[in-house]
Structures are given as structure tokens and as C-alpha cells.
């Protein structure tokens, strides 16, 4: 899906005309921001041939799973995200202290896995959203709240905060068929 489709949508509702595209790329970011922290939506994201040299996660980092790096003795290494998605390794030095390395301590990880609830932010109006689909309604309930907040129409936000709350709850339920048993008292 892409972000000017979700504003287009948001924007059908008759109370709202052409709205500024900046302020709906602001609430389409706000709306998976929530949606990650209400849902826990996970990314994962891999890196080949890791030489020294800090690197950057692609999305917004919300709460770190796991960090695997395929390595012979994983003890010896230490990983750090900092609060701007960068990831920094540190080495196990001879004294026994971890230090931050780099592209002089010649040392090659094949390969690391980094798992994290987060998104990736929208930036333009033309760029698609890399986000489960199931959720597009969602987005567009929250941005049509927020551009309504923002004209004045309280009584309508509200409502479409709540349909944006009902499509979370749907979609985090999922429906699990039941297997029962006959009794040994039915009549069956």
C-alpha cells in the first residue's frame, strides 16, 4: 500500500478536503508506531560479512528480541543498538574488558540476525508501506481521526479512533477452531 492511498482514503470522508500530505505522513508513522507497540510486530532484519565498521537497522527500533551472530564463540562478542538504529559490536580484549571494534581488529562475522518489533517510517508520499496489510484499514481510521482532531471535529475523531481500536482488536484475535469430544453421557 502506499502512503498516498491511505490519505486518499482518509480524505474521503466528507468533512475533510485535500489535506496537507505532510501532517498524513506524520499520522501514518503515529498509526504503526501504535500498531507495533499494540501488536508487537516483528522484523528481522540480516547482515552479511560484518567487517568492523558500525551499521544501521533499515526500520524504527521499538524493543530489541534477539541478536545471533553466527560466530564461533558468541561470548566473545557484545552488541549494542544505539537510539539511532545504529548497531555497534564490541570484542572481548585480553584483559577480559569489552571494547568497541573496528575495521583494524581484522575480525569477519558471516553473518548477523537482528530481530526487533518496529516499522519502517514513511518518508514520502509516494513510497509504499512495508507493513502487514492486514492493517491498511487500521492506518487509514487512525490518520482520518487525526485530521479530523485537527480541524475541530472532536465527535467524529473520536469515532473513528474507536473503528481504528475495533479493526486492532479483530485483527489480534485470531479465531482458533475448537475440536470437542462427545461426552460419554451424550446420546451420541
Given at each position: 500500500?502506499?502512503?498516498t492511498?491511505v490519505i ?9 478536503g485535500?489535506f496537507d500530505k505532510?501532517?498524513?505522513i506524520a499520522?501514518?508513522n503515529d498509526?504503526?508506531?501504535d500498531?507495533?507497540?499494540m501488536q ?5 532484519e ?9 551499521f ?5 527500533v521499538i524493543k530489541v528480541e534477539?541478536v545471533?551472530?553466527?560466530?564461533d564463540e558468541?561470548?566473545?562478542f557484545?552488541?549494542r543498538i ?5 548497531i555497534i559490536?564490541?570484542?572481548l580484549n585480553?584483559?577480559?574488558?569489552f571494547v568497541q571494534m ?8 558471516p ?6 518489533t ?5 518518508i514520502k508520499?509516494d513510497?509504499n508501506?512495508d ?7 487500521a492506518?487509514v ?14 465527535e467524529q475523531?473520536?469515532?473513528f479512533?474507536n473503528?481504528y481500536m475495533?479493526q486492532?482488536?479483530m485483527k489480534?484475535?485470531?479465531?482458533t ?8 453421557y451424550?446420546?451420541?
Amino acid at each position: 500500500m502506499k502512503v498516498t492511498n491511505v490519505i486518499e482514503r482518509a480524505e474521503k470522508y466528507r468533512l475533510l478536503g485535500r489535506f496537507d500530505k505532510i501532517s498524513g505522513i506524520a499520522f501514518i508513522n503515529d498509526a504503526l508506531y501504535d500498531i507495533c507497540m499494540m501488536q508487537s510486530i516483528k522484523r528481522e532484519e540480516i547482515f552479511y560479512g560484518y567487517t568492523g565498521l558500525p551499521f544501521k537497522l533499515m526500520g524504527e527500533v521499538i524493543k530489541v528480541e534477539s541478536v545471533d551472530l553466527e560466530v564461533d564463540e558468541p561470548k566473545q562478542f557484545n552488541v549494542r543498538i544505539m537510539q539511532n538504529n545504529e548497531i555497534i559490536l564490541y570484542k572481548l580484549n585480553h584483559e577480559g574488558k569489552f571494547v568497541q571494534m573496528t575495521f583494524e581488529d581484522h575480525v569477519k562475522i558471516p553473518r548477523i540476525t537482528v530481530v526487533y518489533t518496529g516499522f519502517i517510517r514513511v518518508i514520502k508520499p509516494d513510497q509504499n508501506i512495508d507493513f502487514p496489510a492486514i492493517f491498511e484499514t487500521a492506518i487509514v481510521y487512525f490518520v482520518r481521526s487525526k485530521m479530523l482532531e485537527e480541524v475541530g471535529e472532536v465527535e467524529q475523531a473520536q469515532y473513528f479512533e474507536n473503528q481504528y481500536m475495533k479493526q486492532l482488536i479483530m485483527k489480534s484475535s485470531p479465531k482458533t477452531e475448537v475440536i470437542s469430544k462427545p461426552s460419554p453421557y451424550s446420546l451420541m
